[in-house]
């Protein structure tokens, strides 16, 4: 059974960092590939970045070049760097299992960690 906890999130000022981070058990981390979501309240869920197991990145349009996602296999953990923080960032962060596909990232409906706030306040 996968289980995923995210950390690391709390309240920051715009402007500020914050670093996420989400470990993984109960499977091989090291093939899965991973992603970041977020959810706003009244807003559905959407992608923020994601990771696949060699390492190809993509990033959603609104992050770029202030979001950074890595991975440490040797921890079975994903991290999510976020610099520059807007108050539009703030959500509940989630981390999800998935799968690489040709077509990209393809999130797993049931491998989801609990959350984590993060509040950035203008």
């Known amino acids: 059974q996968v289980q995923l906890v995210e950390s690391g999130g709390g309240l920051v000022q715009a402007g500020g960092s914050l670093r996420l981070s989400c470990t993984a058990s109960?499977?091989?981390?090291?093939?899965?590939?991973m992603g970041w979501y977020r959810q706003a309240p009244g807003k559905e869920r959407e992608v923020v970045a994601v990771?696949?197991?060699?390492?190809?990145?993509d990033y959603s349009d609104s992050v770029k070049g202030r979001f950074f996602i890595s991975r440490d296999n040797a921890k079975n953990t994903v991290y999510l760097q976020m610099n520059s923080l807007k108050p539009e960032d703030t959500a509940v962060y989630y981390c999800?299992?998935?799968?690489?596909?040709?077509?990209?990232?393809?999130?797993?409906?049931?491998?989801w960690g609990q959350g984590t706030q993060v509040t950035v306040s203008s």
């Open positions: 109960g499977t091989t981390f090291s093939i899965a590939a």
């Open positions: 999800n299992l998935g799968v690489w596909r040709v077509w990209g990232y393809d999130p797993s409906d049931t491998s």
């Open positions: 990771i696949s197991s060699g390492g190809t990145i």
